[in-house]
Nanobody
Framework: QVQLVESGGGLVQAGGSLRLSCAASGRTFSRNAMGWFRRAPGKEREFVAGIRWSGDRTYYADSVKGRFTISRDNAKNTVYLQMDSLKSADTAVYYC???????????????????WGQGTQVTVSS
């Protein structure tokens, strides 16, 4: 059974940092694009960041560019999201997602990702 488990969320003051982790089990995703999405209260789910299977290309939503960094460790089957200079607008549940198809380019479209974690809450106080 494939599982994606996020961790690292919590409460932080504006301007602070958090590092989210997403550990995958049940299969390897070393050849699959992975991404982070978020859903804020009363809003649609949105793409935050994505990373190519090889880790050499990353993509970000404009709202987080320059503040968030996505990375991966294929040996650990884990993807990370380093979040710096957090703002109250970043408050949301953050979800890790994995594409089921190997070598497919990163996309910001949630429908392309077959596997999802349960989410981790990030709350930024102003």
């Amino acid at each position: 059974q494939v599982q994606l488990v996020e961790s690292g969320g919590g409460l932080v003051q504006a301007g602070g940092s958090l590092r989210l982790s997403c550990a995958a089990s049940g299969r390897t995703f070393s050849r699959n694009a992975m991404g982070w999405f978020r859903r804020a209260p009363g809003k649609e789910r949105e793409f935050v960041a994505g990373i190519r299977w090889s880790g050499d290309r990353t993509y970000y939503a404009d709202s987080v560019k320059g503040r968030f960094t996505i990375s991966r460790d294929n040996a650990k089957n884990t993807v990370y999201l380093q979040m710096d200079s957090l703002k109250s607008a970043d408050t949301a549940v953050y979800y890790c997602a994995a594409d089921s198809q190997i070598f497919r380019p990163v996309t910001s479209t949630g429908a392309q990702y077959e596997y999802w974690g349960q989410g981790t809450q990030v709350t930024v106080s102003s």
